[in-house]
């Protein structure tokens, strides 16, 4: 990548006809197929759990997304529904090393398949990245991907990289090392992170990972429109809308797929509502950031075509 590439960082812009056709190709069963239902909470019950496979049972979603503790539960919930169980490794932080992080994926594996009974293909395992050891040492990143994706034995690996803490230069770099790895996807965030899912962080991935890995959304995903508008950025061309190459992660399945029906039956009055370019901004969203990408964040905002939006700080 050059420096040009970096400095260049339009907004994703969100042109009302192509928008238009989105939402057309999409009905509220068809949205629920791009879901991991999730609940990563330090407190979640046994009853959320039911309650979260009755979900994505009834609406046909894409995966339920839960910490590596509940495979005792989660495989004996979906199983025979060809729904997935997804578990997060080294959530949220990703520091533990590279074994124990491999250690995990493979004992979480073992157990899901012993306790469900059926053949390889009904586990994704999402793994965050240790983003204190890339920004050293990006080989070390590469290393740490393809050893946990040697321990899934083929399972379906999705690689969250905290793009919140990352500069843009850096999310490039990232995405690049994903893309040379052995795994399926790139994934945003955790959920935890200072902010969560922005389309301009979707475009990146995309344009970077190509067409053949698949690109996750999660953070603060609660709506329809605002699917709509990730999967602009992330999976324009109608070949990548497909849940193998695109996927959401998020705690409210039902809204989104409410808010569809709505989507669809006022699609014009939602696309002439328009949003304020900020709130979708990752240049904006810096109160939680460390000081030097606040520092990266407001250079980015000085030069910005939007920064007049930037004198009302109640948006």
């Not at 990703?94 to 992080?101: Q, S």
């Not at 808010?259 to 969203?285: F, R, T, V």
Request: proline share 4%; glycine share 6%; charged share 30%.
């Amino acid at each position: 990548m050059t420096t040009e590439i970096y400095q260049k960082t339009p907004l994703v812009e969100f042109p009302k006809d192509e928008m238009l056709k989105l939402i057309n190709n999409f009905s509220p069963d068809r949205i629920a197929t791009f879901l991991d239902v999730t609940d990563l909470k330090a407190d979640t019950l046994g009853p959320k759990l039911n309650k979260m496979a009755n979900w994505a049972i009834s609406l046909k979603c894409a995966s339920v997304c839960v910490n590596p503790v509940e495979v005792d539960k989660l495989p004996l919930l979906l199983k025979g529904t060809g729904i997935m169980e997804t578990y997060v490794m080294d959530f949220p932080l990703g520091k533990v090393d590279i074994e124990l992080k491999a250690c995990m994926t493979a004992d979480t594996v073992k157990k899901s398949r012993k306790i469900r009974g059926e053949d390889k293909g009904h586990i994704d395992i999402d793994m965050v990245i240790n983003v204190g050891r890339f920004k050293k040492d990006p080989a070390y990143t590469l290393e740490e991907i393809n050893t946990v994706c040697e321990a899934a034995d083929g399972e379906v690996v999705k690689v969250i990289v905290r793009s919140s803490e990352l500069t843009e230069e850096e999310l490039y770099k990232v995405s690049e090392i994903v893309a040379e790895s052995k795994a399926n996807f790139i994934k945003n965030s955790t959920g935890m992170d200072a902010y969560g899912a922005m389309p301009e962080h979707m475009r990146i991935m995309r344009e970077v990972a190509g067409n053949e890995k698949g690109v996750k959304a999660a953070g603060g995903i609660s709506d329809a429109m605002t699917v709509m508008r990730l999967m602009y950025a992330g999976a324009k061309e109608e070949f990548l809308q497909k849940p193998e190459l695109f996927r959401i992660g998020t705690s409210a399945p039902l809204n989104i797929v409410s808010s569809m029906g709505w989507l669809q039956h006022n699609s014009e009055d939602w696309l002439n509502a328009g949003i304020i370019p900020c709130k979708i901004c990752p240049y904006h969203h810096t109160a939680k950031l460390r000081p030097e990408l606040r520092v990266h964040s407001q250079k980015k905002c000085h030069v910005c075509k939007h920064n007049h939006y930037r004198k009302n700080k109640d948006f």
